[in-house]
């Protein structure tokens, strides 16, 4: 009896391998037999449903940003035209916001992606649980905080009654600006995706044995060499994954400008609810949208070939194909 | 059916409203409204809820305790705010018009000239019937547009403020003062150019009349402006920067800063001899909700507009009211930014809304061409 339960225990499919199993049938039911072939990627809708989402929000934009508004009734025009492209074109505010916003992610994203390495690199490597965790602990804590506490925070910090200031004034300096910069958009910003791009490092970083870097120290480089040489190739797919996912973040990002910024310092999606919103033309804010995707994915392009996206997309590294 | 049957259905709408309001008042006076009776006891079915959007904090707070709970008091209908940002609630509403759906919210406390937009597109009810209007000053009643769309509570001008303390002879004078040099860094002004692009105009010795077609001398103002490096931000924004003392002037509507003021702070406020640009907010009920929400709505706006609940709306929103009866607060008595006589209103100026809607995309584009750069 004991023995007769214990089997059927031992090969009862779990409860959703059933149901998976079950909505594979219905599938292959339903679908023609030569879609049956497909079965195993219906579990690829939700994704595919998800994105076509995006798909058809980005072709309303596309769609939007060729037709003109007409102020007289506050609708866009049936017809097609480059007007909204064109006044883009007129104002030297569009030029400038894409160009700071571009720089400025750049900035942010060298130096998250900076920060982000020897901090993802002593979290994995560190013998010390203790300090492990602690890493750890401040990798994760910014994450139940919001951009906006967080951006409020900076300004306690680097207000111009904030600590900094506090600090300096023990030394007899009057108070002077650092918030409303764009020194203090760019620390926000940072600080902002520092988490984001050490999740993206540390598992490459991971996949790396430690044996190749000791065999590095044993053939005679130093540790510069040894991270220059060993660590930063072999790392290389997490190092560019972080570098375009800290780039795509901060070039649309709203939050931090906002905050940081003063009003003074705006980045594309600052002025994009400007347009929508302020002056209620959906025309030019989607030509603005569409510009923006367009640029942030040329860029992305660019970093994936500068990087050889071959070496990213590979599935197992160098090394784990190498070792036994 | 009953005389009174017969004469009530013979009776135009705006009769109807005008003798329920002159009812209303009547038994207002004699102490006779009872809550959820009399005034309104033979009107159409009252919804259960009435959605008004608000903007946050101590404006929908003023609101609900002075408008909306006490026209729930009066008709036993809730009233809910929803605080959604009026330009994005404008959207919206145009949306569900456009899609036959019904629109967000009953009733849309909004910036009139972004109201005017909403009625150019023809989103709005027309409140020409509420009977409070004969009792309205003429700023309330929107001009150049087809019937009333909207109404205006109150006014408010965008005035200069500045710290006492860093202005020992007196308030400034002129505009100029945003130029000057010891200031650098500590300005406040607005991030869609509301208002400065209007004070630049003066400032530099243009006309108010001479807008749009003649506005260069406003733009090298402001031009010379942005090298003073201000700040630009919302309402909210400017006050929360004063009290961080990140600025010692600013633009900006003076209840942004009456708390402060009120609390013993560092501020006080002028309009300089240029003059200041004054403007409106307004109610308005957008199209697309059964008869008697719609009716509801209007009701609503009809009560925010009259004496008492306009008087106390006001005075909790620290802006002049419009309604005849408004009486200014001793405490802005001879105020030039809270204008109520004639000769006050002779100081600031209003820009129609035709010539301020139509251009504003392009003020604003190159406003912030200016201080982006």
Not at chain 1, 128 to 149: E, H, N, Q, S
Not at chain 1, 254 to 272: E, H, I, R
Not at chain 2, 258 to 277: L, Q
């Amino acid at each position: 009896m004991n023995a007769n339960s214990h089997s059927k225990k031992q090969f009862a499919y779990p409860l959703k391998w059933r149901l998976f199993d079950a909505i594979e049938a219905i599938f292959e039911t339903v679908a023609l037999p030569k879609m049956r072939a497909a079965t195993p990627y219906i579990w690829l809708a939700p994704a595919l449903a998800l994105i076509g989402l995006l798909g058809v929000g980005m072709f309303l934009m596309l769609d939007a940003s060729f037709r003109e508004l007409d102020r007289s009734t506050f609708t866009l025009s049936s017809t097609y035209s480059l007007v909204n492209y064109a006044r883009l074109a007129d104002y030297s505010v569009f030029k400038a916001v894409l160009v700071r916003s571009v720089l400025a992610s750049l900035v942010v994203t060298v130096t998250t992606v900076a920060l982000a390495l020897p901090y993802a690199y002593t979290m994995v490597r560190t013998e010390g649980a203790r300090t492990r965790k602690l890493l750890l602990f401040c990798l994760f804590v910014p994450f139940f905080i919001g951009a906006v506490v967080r951006g409020y925070s900076w300004v306690i910090v680097l207000g111009r009654e904030g600590l900094v200031n506090d600090f300096f004034g023990l030394f007899g300096f009057e108070p002077f600006r650092i918030l409303f910069t764009p020194l203090a958009v760019v620390i926000g910003m940072v600080q902002y995706m520092l988490p984001f791009a050490v999740l993206m490092i540390a598992p490459a970083i991971t996949s790396i044995p430690k044996e190749v870097e000791l065999a590095a120290e044993g053939l005679g480089a130093n540790w510069r060499r040894t991270i220059w040489e060993v660590v930063l190739p072999l790392a290389k797919p997490g190092i560019v994954s972080a570098t375009i996912v800290v780039f795509t973040l901060s070039i649309t990002d709203y939050a931090m400008p906002y905050m940081m910024g003063g009003g003074m310092y705006d980045f594309v999606s600052n002025l994009v609810v400007d347009i929508f919103l302020g002056i209620s033309d959906r025309g030019l804010g989607a030509a603005l949208v569409v510009v923006l995707v367009a640029l942030g994915s040329l860029i992305v392009t660019a970093i994936f070939l500068a990087f050889d996206y071959r070496t990213i997309l590979r599935k197992k590294t160098f090394i784990n194909k190498q070792l036994p | 059916m009953t005389r009174k049957d017969i004469i009530f259905l013979h009776q135009s709408r705006r009769d109807f409203l005008t003798s329920s309001a002159k009812l209303a008042g009547l038994a207002g006076a004699f102490g006779l409204v009872q809550p959820h009776t009399s005034a309104f006891a033979a009107e159409p079915e009252k919804p259960g809820e009435l959605f008004v959007r608000a903007w946050g904090g101590a404006w929908s707070d003023a609101l609900k305790q002075k408008v909306s709970d006490e026209f729930s008091k009066l008709t036993g209908i809730t009233v809910t705010h929803d605080n959604t940002y009026h330009a994005e609630m404008k959207t919206k509403i145009w949306e569900a018009q456009a899609q036959n759906r019904t629109p967000p919210v009953h009733i849309n406390w909004d910036v009139s000239d972004i109201a005017y937009e909403s009625a150019v597109h023809g989103a709005c009810v027309d409140l020409a019937d509420l009977p409070v209007i004969a009792d309205m000053k003429a700023a309330a009643v929107p001009v150049g547009v087809t019937g009333v769309p909207y109404l205006n509570p109150y006014l408010y001008v965008y005035a200069l403020i500045y710290r006492p303390s860093k202005f020992p002879d007196g308030a400034p004078k002129s505009w100029k003062v945003l130029l000057d040099p010891q200031f650098k860094g500590r300005i406040v002004a607005t991030s869609s150019g509301n208002g400065i692009i209007h004070a630049a105009q003066v400032a530099a010795g243009g006309k108010v009349s001479d807008m749009p077609d003649n506005m260069q001398a406003g733009w090298d103002f402001i031009a010379e402006f942005r090298k003073q490096n201000p700040l630009l931000g919302k309402d909210e924004d400017m006050t929360k920067w004063w009290e961080q003392n990140e600025a010692d002037i600013a633009l900006n509507i003076i209840s942004n800063v009456t708390d402060i003021r009120d609390k013993g702070g560092d501020v006080a406020w002028t309009v300089p001899d240029e003059g200041a640009y004054a403007t409106n907010d307004c109610l308005w009920v957008p199209k697309g909700f059964p008869e008697n929400e719609e009716y509801w709505a209007k009701q609503y706006v009809n009560f925010a507009m009259t004496k008492d609940p306009n008087q106390n709306w006001c005075d909790a929103l620290a802006l002049p009211g419009l309604n005849k009866g408004f009486v200014a607060p001793a405490k802005f008595k001879d105020d030039p930014a809270y204008p109520t006589t004639d000769e006050q209103l002779k100081k600031v100026f209003f820009i129609p809304s035709e010539i301020q809607v139509k251009h504003w995309d392009e003020w604003v584009l190159k406003y912030k061409s200016i201080m982006n750069i």
